[in-house]
């Protein structure tokens, strides 16, 4: 008797396909294009961006999109700052406090 192994034992919450905090990028997008363009382009784009993001998540583990901004460089609030930015990491490295 075989049965088969999800791949992810707790699955995401998913909203029209996108997890929650894909859902909040595009909500945040449109919502600065709607205050500064008009309600009719970004609703569109909301459209759009939410079909390439499904194109883009297909085959990816939960997560990829931030894991996939921190790494273009992006500050994401509670982690450390992207290698892009700094050289080189080290224990005692702090930007506020360098010890010599």
């Given amino acids: 008797m075989n ?18 905090e894909d859902v909040a990028l595009v909500s945040l997008v449109v919502g600065v294009g709607s205050l500064l363009i008009g309600p009719m382009l970004p609703g569109t784009m909301a459209i759009a961006g939410w079909m390439v993001l499904l194109r883009f998540k297909r085959d990816k ?22 290698i892009k930015e700094v050289k080189h990491y ?8 360098t010890l010599r």
């Fill in 90 to 97: 080290a224990a005692n490295h702090s930007p506020r406090l």
């Fill in 61 to 82: 583990p939960p997560g990829y999109v931030l894991h996939w901004l921190y790494a273009q460089g992006f500050q994401l609030p509670g982690l450390i700052r992207p």
């Fill in 3 to 20: 049965r088969k192994c999800p791949r992810t034992l707790d699955k995401p919450i998913l909203l029209f396909g996108l997890e929650l």
